[in-house]
């Protein structure tokens, strides 16, 4: 496994940007599949974005798309997550996870988490 801790959550207006890093311990980062996942009071946590090991495929969930951007910098052993256009919908816990499979398409394959980090968009 490896350890994971997110950066970068705060409170942002209504059609605001916000950038979540994610850095990781470990020199195996680059063959790791990485994701977002998020958690609003009173939900469940849902799958946001995934990026697979060398970053050639990415995945979003229908709620984000158009308007968040997952990438990775393995030299850096980081994983971002850019978010524009931000709704109050978007008030969550963002966590990183990490899979160790490369590919992130099973969602119950990642099993390293972070810490998560409070992102609040207020309207």
């Known amino acids: 496994q490896v350890q994971l801790v997110e950066s970068g959550g705060g409170l942002v207006q209504a059609g605001g940007s916000l950038r979540l890093s994610c850095a990781a311990s470990?020199?195996?980062?680059?063959?790791?599949?990485m994701g977002w996942f998020r958690q609003a009071p009173g939900e469940e946590r849902e799958f946001v974005a995934a990026?697979?090991?060398?970053?050639?495929?990415?995945d979003y969930a229908d709620s984000v798309k158009g308007r968040f951007t997952i990438s990775r910098d393995n030299a850096k052993s980081t994983v971002y997550l850019q978010m524009n256009s931000l709704k109050p919908e978007d008030t969550a816990v963002y966590y990183c996870a990490a899979d160790p499979t490369g590919w992130g398409s099973d969602r119950s394959l990642f099993d390293s988490w972070g810490q998560g980090t409070q992102v609040t968009v207020s309207s």
């Open positions: 990026i697979s090991w060398g970053g050639a495929v990415t």
């Open positions: 470990g020199r195996t980062f680059s063959t790791y599949a």
